[in-house]
């Protein structure tokens, strides 16, 4: 069956950087579009970056853009998602999800999704 498994999230102060991983598991992974959410408490679940197949194309949330970075290493069956000068609105858990087709922002489309990585940032 199909798996996404997140990791590298933590507690980190206002500033700092981190990079999450999304390890991919029971599909064929360079098929797949990808995307990274978050979903802080209370609040409805937001769409951060999106990755096409091959990596070469990638869209940000207005929020995220020029701060994070998506990634994916295909034969590696991971995706990453590169934070940098992190900020305390950027608490969240952090999720992975996967498509065959690429479905962008559009959450509700995404067929697959992981378990989720807590990222908390201090002021």
């Known amino acids: 069956q199909v798996q996404l498994v997140e990791s590298g999230g933590g507690l980190v102060q206002a500033g700092d950087s981190l990079r999450l991983s999304c390890a991919a598991s029971?599909?064929?992974?360079?098929?797949?579009?990808m995307g990274w959410f978050r979903q802080a408490p209370g609040k409805e679940r937001e769409f951060v970056a999106a990755i096409s197949w091959s990596g070469r194309n990638t869209y940000y949330a207005d929020s995220v853009k020029g701060r994070f970075t998506v990634s994916r290493d295909n034969a590696k069956n991971t995706m990453y998602l590169q934070m940098n000068s992190l900020k305390p609105e950027d608490t969240a858990i952090y999720y992975c999800?996967?498509?065959?087709?690429?479905?962008?922002?559009?959450?509700?489309?995404?067929?697959?999704w992981g378990q989720g990585t807590q990222v908390t940032v201090s002021s």
């Open positions: 029971g599909l064929t992974f360079s098929s797949y579009a």
């Open positions: 999800a996967a498509d065959p087709y690429y479905r962008g922002s559009r959450w509700h489309d995404y067929a697959y």
